[in-house]
C-alpha cells in the first residue's frame, strides 16, 4: 500500500520555512505522519504548529479540507489538502 501525497497550504508567517512557498507536497497516511514528513523536508516547520504535547499550538489552526483537526491521528486521503492557519488575535 503506497503512501499518499498530500497538498499543504502554509501560512505566511511560515513560508520562512518552505523557501517562501505556500503550497507544497508532503506525504503520510495520518496528519501526524504528514506533519513529520514537512518537518523532513522543512526542519522546524513542525515546532511551529505542534507543541511538546504533539497538540496544535493554540495560535495554530489544521484543517483537512473543510474539518478542524485536533486528533493528529485523523487519516488522511490522496486527493486531500491540509491547511495551515495562523489564528488572528488582536483587539
Known sequence: MSVPTI???VPSQLVAYTAG???VAAA???VAEVLE???RQFPGLKFRVIDEQD???RHMRVYVGPERVAD???GVSAGEELLIFGALSGG
Open 7 to 9: 497538498a499543504v497550504m
Open 21 to 23: 512557498a505556500t503550497r
Open 28 to 30: 503520510g497516511a495520518t
Open 37 to 39: 514528513d514537512l518537518d
Open 55 to 57: 497538540r496544535v499550538r
Open 72 to 74: 493528529l491521528r485523523r
